[in-house]
């Protein structure tokens, strides 16, 4: 299987860091299926760099190929198939409380991007049952996301090549 990592350089060896932003599914190393939504997630990243005066780099995708088979039965795995009321519950955790995932190796499900973060906290707040929640979440574009949370999930990754996410094309 090929995975996108869209960042402000390009990442050959993964690392699990910790994280100051709250993101879907906690800290960890975060690929997609889908070339776009990386090319869009490392404009996003080169863009926060300038906003917070950091040296921006450029946006750049890294691709992996991750032995999914391989992972079967090492890692200690969660997965959302859809935006069910368990996703959001979860997602809606990791969010606003911080990382909950202790014991997972590898967490895979749909992306809450940040065109959604108002849903989830009305949803905290108890302005949104989840029915109403998760019909607004469905209309969005919601790609997939595979977050790596441990070194023996990285190990399943192989990067195979880099590019600047400009051009599109392999460095």
């Known amino acids: 299987m090929i995975l996108y990592h869209g960042s402000n350089m390009p990442v050959h ?5 910790p994280s100051t932003r709250a993101m879907d599914f906690g800290a960890g190393f975060y690929c997609a299926t889908n070339r776009t939504q990386a090319i869009e997630f490392a404009h996003k990243v080169v863009a926060r760099s300038v906003k917070f005066g950091r040296a921006p780099g450029v946006a750049m ?5 991750f032995d999914e088979a391989a992972a079967q039965g090492v890692l200690h795995t969660l997965r959302y198939e859809k ?26 499900g749909p992306v809450a991007n940040d065109n959604v973060f108002p849903v989830l906290q009305a949803y905290w707040d108890d ?5 109403t929640a998760l019909s607004r979440l469905k209309i969005r574009r919601l790609y997939d996301q595979y977050c790596f949370k441990s070194a023996t999930a990285l190990s399943f990754l192989r990067c195979v090549d880099a590019f600047e996410a400009e051009s599109g094309k392999g460095a």
């Open 83 to 108: 935006p069910d009321s368990r996703w959001l519950n979860q997602v809606t955790e990791f969010r606003l409380c911080g990382d909950m995932s202790e014991g997972y190796d590898l967490i895979i």
């Open 13 to 17: 060896t993964p690392e699990v860091r």
């Open 61 to 65: 995708v890294t691709v992996y190929e």
């Open 127 to 131: 302005a949104l049952d989840i029915e």
